[in-house]
């Protein structure tokens, strides 16, 4: 068999103990070294001679007593002479001290040995007896006996010890040489050079080279890796990986590539290495040291995660999209089919009486109640997920709020046989400040919901005002101060512990079971926990399956001294109205205001409200007539529509505030999106009012910046008489008007008044004029044309009192502004459709048609307001 091979370090230290070994015995042999054995003997002869001389001088004088005692002494005292005896010259033996007997007859011959000795006593000069003294042997025999001889000894420890020692210092030697510098100058440059690391290692595995881009990604200095163990660096091998590769090469004697691994500088930065190990081999064939080398793939590895992470969030999201267009095909198509059945139904006359037409139509609206929620729900949710609902704080009572909710919603419980009942606790707030109106719409999602999914029982509302340190649920925000708080008590169906932590998910409910047995999306609570955290509080839950469900309301209000509280006995008393009046205080006399709309209803709508209620109007047409007549004349406001030919709103409020106009400039625009606002605020607007126009809102803003500028100049006039605003909403929303339908479309405003009536007829005489430009400019492909025409129609119709015309005049212009051609015959015609049933009183629509085309003779049909034929000439020329 081959013996093993000595490395170089265990071959070095071995020659040098033997060198020393050496050197040690010929100092031995010169007499150099002392030797312990010959010391030994020296000492025993000594004492034997002394023994001698003391022992005869003690015979001599008669005195044996004393030569007993002296050699007791001697035998207790010394541990290497075993015993000590004297014995007459007729061998008579006469003293004997620690068993002399038994050691003596070991002796084996009468004369003195190194363990057996005679010493003479002599009496004058004649012999007397001896003393015989019997020591210790100096070697015990055998193998243990050579062993413990001195210079045996002596040899092993100076063996054993230079050899350990010449170890440790050729180890802390040999650690302190550098390998690199047996590497050529201009090989250590080109290594250096390297974009990848690069690491040689000993057997041991430890460093003995490293080149300067691994020590750049230790932030070190590569001298100082020299020596180092490889492992003591901050690794992160693969899990799936029990040694690191140099070990697995070193091991295996074979080359490991494409190792995964991550280093951990100092700084805490990772990085993500490819590493490949390769054994370098000696002369004898053996693994010497391992080569290894490191590429840095720490983009590419985090590319690779973040499109993981991206393609994960991507069919994440497309799963959700397919499930919520599943859910709302079939949430709008239930609703859809109804209105479209029984529109059928009614369209063909299949209603036998009156009764049977009643209900089909309640049928109808009740559908087409539901569907507008569903799309109100789902836009709601993304104006509060895209950051762009915003809170309309004011004084409001939030005792009237909630006894109005519970009384909207008391027929619902009714049908169902169900209670529904609200109180206060302690002491409650006479008013708030907030969002009555998304206070408002929370409330109805909370009890609507306890309604629909109660069904023996009831619902209890229990409203009180509360402080709050921490709070103590997972599910609400963790806010502190005072809240009013809204419980909803209900005795349904409950809510399983598993799906409690889902409830606000959006489109998410308990189970699929739900969805089948009492309907709706799963919006209501997703939309009524983030208006209640965008109010400064949060909505908690708790539940038990079969056992009901409370749901708890909380909304930042006023700090406790700052609230106006009263008793529940008190509040009931009251009869205070969260709705907003039907009359109110005249809030613009005396006001001057320049109205900039390219559209005559608009203007004449306008001057009409804002003469109402006590201003003095200017109205023009383009941004450059406004911005010379504020030039010539001082105005207290400027309303500013933002699209307007010649010059725009943006182009006329920029030049104006440029010429020093410093007053309020409120935008008017149809385009109500956050950026759009952003956009009017850049451009210096003070205030922002979106189209089709609410005179309620339009008379707030004004009137808000129109007293704060009086406030500004302390000349504010107070109101002095009432303007009672018309029953007539500019803001009512109709499903959009199919081809097929004959109903009239009427106008909205009362036309017994004849500034409204003067409205209206502008708006049809306005639309006759410019529905034939806008077919054309469809049928030529004038994009931008269409798109101003559409503009103008969404933001004309509703001021007008036909709101008809704003969705499809929305959709045309979104369209247009993409380019979609293939689109412009359907809204056209539906804009066609719409304007051929519009419905004015009888002999108006005649004198526009004759003006508007001499040819047309007045018919029947114009005589009562019926303009389809004369439009029909119109666009078909």
Partial sequence: MKSP????????????????????????????????????????????????????????????????????????????????GVRRKD??????????????????????????????????????????????????????????????????????????????YLKKMLAQLDPAKTVPKRVRTALDSLAEGLLVLDRHERIVLANQSFAEWLRRDAESLLGI???????????????????????GESVVAGKMIELTAADDTRRTLMANASPVLGHEGQCKGVLVSFDDVTQLEETKRDLTIAKRMADEANQAKSDFLARMSHEIRTPMNAILGYTDVLRRGFDSNENDRQEYLDTIH??????????????????????????????????????????????????KGINLEFRCEGAFPETILGDAVRLRQTIVNLVGNAIKFTERGGVEVLARLESRDTDATKDDEKHSGTFLAIDVIDTGIGISREALHKVFDPFAQADTSITRRFGGTGLG???????????????????????????????????????????????????????????????????????ADDGSPNRKLIRLVLGKAGAEVVTVCDG?????????????????????????????????????????????????????REKCFAAGCTGFVAKPI?????????????????????????????????????????????????????????????????????????????????????????DQRLAEDAHWLKGVSGSAGFPQFIEPSSRLEAVAKQRDRDQYHDLMEELRSLASRIDLPAGILGGLAQEGDARAPATEETKRGDIQGIESRKLSS
């Fill in 91 to 168: 061998s008579t033996l006469i003293a004997a001290f620690g068993g002399h007997e038994a050691n003596w007859s070991t002796r084996d011959s009468g004369f003195s040995n190194e363990t057996h000795v005679l010493v003479p006593i002599r009496n004058g000069g004649e012999r007397w007896g001896a003393v015989e003294l019997s020591f210790r042997p100096m070697h015990v025999s055998g193998v243990m006996g050579f062993l413990h001889r001195p210079w045996i000894q002596l040899s092993l420890f100076v063996c054993l010890s230079s050899f350990l020692l010449f170890q440790l």
């Fill in 525 to 595: 609570l997703a939309i009524s926990h983030q208006l209640a955290t965008a109010m400064g509080g949060g909505i908690s839950v708790q539940s038990e399956e079969g056992h009901g469900t409370t749901f708890t309301l909380r909304v930042a209000v006023d700090s406790i001294d700052e609230l106006v509280l009263v008793d529940a006995a008190q509040l009931q008393q009251t009869r205070q109205s969260i709705g907003a009046p039907a009359t109110r205080m005249e809030r613009l006399p005396g006001c001057r205001v320049l109205v």
């Fill in 366 to 415: 009740q559908s087409g109640e539901h569907l507008l929620a569903l799309i109100n729900d789902i836009l709601d949710l993304s104006k509060v997920e895209a950051g762009q609902m915003e809170l309309q704080m004011e004084r409001c009572s939030p005792y009237a709020l909630i006894k109005e909710v519970v009384s909207l919603l008391r027929p619902k419980a009714d049908e």
């Fill in 229 to 251: 163990q490889a492992d003591s660096l901050n690794w992160d091998f693969d899990e799936n990986s029990e040694t690191s590769p140099w070990t697995e090469a070193m091991n």
């Fill in 694 to 782: 609410k005179i309620d809102v339009l008379i707030a803003e004004l009137s808000d910046h129109f007293h704060a500028q009086s406030d500004s100049r302390g000349d504010r006039v107070e109101p002095t008489q009432e303007f009672v605003a018309e029953s007539t909403s500019t803001a009512v929303e109709l499903p959009a008007a199919t081809s097929g339908s004959r109903e009239p479309i009427l106008c909205s405003y009362p036309l017994d008044d004849e500034e409204f009536l003067e409205i209206a007829t502008d708006f049809v005489a306005r639309l006759q004029e410019r529905l034939p430009a806008m077919v054309r400019a469809a049928k030529t492909g004038d």
């Fill in 624 to 676: 450059r007539q406004a911005v010379d007549h504020a030039a010539k004349q001082e105005f207290d406001l400027i309303l500013m529509d933002m699209q307007m030919p010649v010059m725009d709103g943006y182009t006329a409020t920029r030049e104006l505030r440029a010429r020093g106009y410093a007053g309020p400039i409120i935008a008017l625009t149809a385009n109500a999106m956050q950026g759009d």
């Fill in 5 to 84: 091979k000595l490395n170089a370090k265990t071959r070095v230290s071995i020659g040098l103990g033997c060198i020393l070994l050496s050197v040690l015995s010929t100092a031995m042999m010169l007499g150099l070294v002392p030797e312990q054995e010959t010391a030994v003997r020296e000492g025993r002869g000594r004492l034997c001679e002394a023994i001698a001389l003391a022992s005869s001088d003690y015979i001599s004088h008669g005195e044996r007593r004393r030569l007993n005692e002296t050699l007791r002494a001697l035998v207790e005292r010394n541990p290497d002479l075993m015993s000590a």
